[in-house]
Every structure is written in structure tokens, then in C-alpha cells.
């Protein structure tokens, strides 16, 4: 019994196929750029503890500025998370589908999300984290509102609203150009 031997590709499309390794060391840069991530959180988590556990948030903090205080710092620790979030959807799913597989079928650790990544849901994907990312930036944009001028905080709401409109249009198209999807053209 013979097996089908892979076809030859020509110079041309073989380079071309080939091309898509270059994105490579731009992965690689992504993932010192997550490291950098870690760096910053375990500065903020510190720069945390020390001023909750040690009173070090300075001479004449009030309790209300100490909470605000807090609550800014937790804002910017999970800010921080949700785009270490977004750099392992870019690194895990772009490589996966635009460079080679990563062969991780079977693996207790699969996340359950990359067995039917594609390009569209990734853009999905990433714009969602998009609006969790600014909705934390505009949350903590609320929470110091006394200190910033109206028109920052209007323009932060456009961009929000605008990272929303985005993330519904391309839900929108994904779902139109589902085989079967409702609204389908017949």
C-alpha cells in the first residue's frame, strides 16, 4: 500500500509559504513584552502591599483618598492582567493560525478557545478584551473624575463607545458569514 506523497511546491510558493515564519520573532517580542507585563504587576502588587500593610501612602492621606488610592492601584493590577490577557490571545491564537500548529490536541492545558480558532474569531476575541481593557480605563477615569476636565472624560466615553461599535460589527459579519447563520442570503 502506497501513501499519497505531499505535492512539491514550486520555488515561488514555497517562499511564499514560507514567508509567514518571519512573524516569528514578532511572537517572540510579544512574549518579552508579557514578561515585561509580570515585571509591572509584581511593582504595582508591591508598591500595594507596602502602602496598605507598612501606611505607606503618605502624610495626610485621608481614608476616602486611601481607598481611592487602592481601588486605582487593584484597577491598574487587572488592567495589567486583561492585557497579558490579550498579548497570550495574539501570541497563542496568531501563531496558531497564521504560522504553524502548536500540536497541542489532547493537552490538559488547551485553552478551550484555541481548538476553534480562526482569524475572525480572534478579531472577536481580541476586540472583546479591547472593551474590557478600556472599560477598567474608564471606570478608573470615573473614580478620579473630580480631577479631570470634562471634555478627557467625554472623549474617553466616544473611544469606548466607539471599541463597542467595533466589537458588535465584527461579531455581526462573523455571524452573517456563518454557513447557516441567521440573515444568510439563500
Known amino acids: 500500500m502506497t501513501t499519497p506523497s505531499k505535492s512539491r511546491l514550486g520555488p515561488l510558493p514555497y517562499l511564499i509559504f514560507s514567508s509567514r515564519w518571519l512573524q516569528l520573532p514578532l511572537y517572540l517580542g510579544l512574549i518579552v513584552a508579557q514578561a515585561i507585563y ?11 502591599v507596602d502602602a496598605t500593610l507598612f501606611g505607606h501612602l503618605g502624610d495626610g492621606v485621608t481614608a476616602e483618598s486611601a481607598e481611592t488610592t487602592i481601588m486605582l492601584t487593584v484597577l491598574g ?15 497563542v491564537g ?3 493560525t ?10 490538559p492545558d488547551q485553552p478551550e478557545w484555541l481548538s476553534h480558532v480562526n482569524a475572525t474569531v480572534l478579531k472577536v476575541k481580541l476586540a472583546m478584551a479591547i472593551i474590557g481593557i478600556s472599560s477598567i480605563h474608564l471606570l478608573a477615569t470615573f473614580i ?3 480631577t479631570l476636565n470634562p471634555q478627557t472624560i467625554m472623549w474617553q466615553v466616544l473611544l469606548h463607545l466607539a471599541f463597542v461599535v467595533s466589537a458588535l460589527a465584527l461579531a455581526y459579519i462573523d455571524r452573517i458569514m456563518q454557513p447557516g447563520a441567521k440573515g444568510e442570503a439563500h
Open 38 to 48: 509580570v515585571v509591572q504587576f509584581v511593582r504595582e502588587l508591591w508598591h500595594l
Open 77 to 91: 493590577l487587572i488592567d495589567v492582567v486583561m492585557i497579558s490577557n490579550l498579548l497570550v490571545m495574539v501570541i
Open 94 to 96: 496568531g501563531y496558531e
Open 98 to 107: 497564521f504560522v504553524s500548529r502548536l500540536k497541542l490536541e489532547g493537552h
Open 144 to 146: 478620579k473624575a473630580n
